[in-house]
């Protein structure tokens, strides 16, 4: 590392070349970039070039290095135009059909991007370049750096600072980290710097961003706590996802234009800052997942005091245990009459707890997760306005009563349930001929009303938190 430290302050002190650029952006530049060699190769690589050069000794004093600062001066260069008049579109196809047919082949339509495809469409036709790279380069993955791949934070940054269009591609950033990362240290190492540039830099065109890192938010200094809330203020970004770790109620201050939230890590409780503030997050979407022992997340985002505002939540989406559902009824008070549908995912029924729907006005669709024919029958039953129900949904377990379910909808159907459309029961194997003749001589009323459906879906539907797609 001493060596390394002083190569690239020896080689920062003279004044930089232009770096070279591929016609097609792409991540694996050709050329080496003499202002900063490890560009063009692994850290280890660059080490082993220099470790036997007698101008780098052991012995001399390892100078800091401000990866944020060097960045910031570096002059950047244009990517290939596609606009140019020397590349105008010769397929006898639109655009967009073209760019379709692209995302559905290599990125969108596959398990896994095939990056490696679009890497070769955008350097063999140049035709292809600009709508290859949008593809390329839609999201950002930063991870952490290990022994056989260089620093990926190091790696986006020196990508973004010589070739800023790059940013105007990106739609995703997705940051992981498995507790090698985030070094929670002052002053910042290498990979915090290169993060803090990437995630001051801003993007235009940011739809969503997914963090993942197993470390309270307070632990991060304040710089890149900074770089952080920076990013969250962009007015496009519109979906966040947080995995893991901690984070406080006071944070969602920074989501004040978001749309979908998705929750799945520890949220602490409010602090009276955040009742003081004007700014507050107002989704439309909220997705939870709590699995604490004690419904902590529930409890705290809910709570009086936090910056989350309910008031414009059309979807709701709930993970945790049975147990914790009598915390719902705090959440629903808050939005009666925007939400309108609703899915309740219980993980565990032991010790189950019952929750009231009476105070939403306005429910249309309705998704459970069951194991109990009674507990749905109850739940049912405290319908502010089953006139509104349109859709109801059930993955029930293999040995579920289903005639609890069915007295509910027995008793005058038509005038009770007018907007009812379909009962759908969904299975993640298909039902054999006599369980589902079971299943029909039990739910006589939705049958004889001809709204039961029994339907096979993805095992990873049930999960319900699927990425979405993204232009």
């Known amino acids: 590392m001493k060596r390394l430290s002083k190569l690239f302050s020896r080689t920062n002190s003279t004044e930089p070349s232009k770096p070279v650029a591929s016609s097609s952006g792409s991540q694996f530049i050709q050329k080496p970039l003499p202002a900063l060699p490890s560009i063009s190769s692994s850290t280890e690589i660059v080490v082993k070039d220099y470790q036997d050069s007698d101008d780098i000794s052991d012995s001399e004093s390892e100078e800091d290095l401000d990866y944020y600062a060097y960045f910031k001066q570096s002059k950047p260069q244009s990517l290939f135009s596609a606009k140019s008049r020397a590349v105008q579109w010769s397929l006898p196809l639109p655009q967009d059909i073209i760019f379709e047919m692209l995302d559905s082949y290599f990125y969108y339509g596959i398990h896994k991007p095939d990056l490696r495809t679009l890497f070769a469409l955008a350097r063999t036709a140049r035709c292809l370049t600009f709508y290859c790279r949008s593809l390329i380069y839609r999201s950002i993955n930063i991870g952490y750096r290990t022994k056989t791949r260089r620093s990926l934070p190091l790696h986006y940054a020196e990508l973004i600072c010589y070739c800023p269009e790059v940013a105007e591609f990106v739609r995703t950033i997705r940051i992981e980290d498995t507790g090698k990362l985030f070094h929670c240290s002052v002053p910042l190492p290498e990979d915090e710097q290169c993060l803090s540039y990437i995630l001051r830099h801003g993007y235009p065109n940011i739809r969503r961003m997914e963090l993942s890192f197993p470390i309270m938010w307070i632990l991060l200094p304040t710089t890149l706590q900074d770089a952080f809330q920076t990013c969250f203020r962009s ?6 996802s947080i995995t893991r770790g901690r984070i406080p109620a006071s944070l969602f201050q920074s989501f004040i234009f978001l749309e979908d939230l998705d929750i799945r890590c520890l949220v602490s409780y409010p602090d009276d800052t955040a009742a003081s503030t004007h700014d507050t997050c107002a989704p439309r979407i909220l997705r939870i997942i709590d699995f604490t022992d004690e419904g902590e997340t529930l409890e705290n985002l809910f709570h009086d005091n936090t910056a989350l505002s309910f008031e414009n939540i059309e979807d709701c989406r709930i993970h945790t245990s049975a147990k914790f559902f009598h915390l719902l009824g705090r959440g629903f008070k808050k939005m009666p009459t925007s939400l309108v549908a609703l899915t309740l995912h219980a993980a565990s029924w032991k010790g189950a707890t019952r929750v009231s729907l009476s105070q939403l006005r306005h429910l249309r669709a309705l998704t459970l997760r069951l194991t109990s024919g009674e507990w749905t029958e109850e739940l049912l039953a405290t319908l502010h306005s089953p006139s509104t129900l349109e859709t109801l949904s059930i993955f029930p377990a293999y040995d ?20 009812l459309q379909s009962v759908c029961l969904q299975f993640t194997t298909q039902p054999g001929v006599a369980e589902e003749e079971l299943i029909r001589r039990e739910l006589p009323s939705l049958d004889k009303a001809n709204v039961l459906r029994i339907v096979v879906v993805d095992p990873d539907f049930l999960v319900y938190l699927r990425r979405p797609r993204l232009r």
Request: some cysteine; glycine content about 0%; charged content about 25%.
């Open 235 to 240: 007015p496009t970004l519109c979906e966040i």
């Open 400 to 419: 579920i009563n289903y005639r609890p379910i069915d007295r509910i909808f027995a008793v005058a159907f038509e005038a009770t349930w007018p907007r």
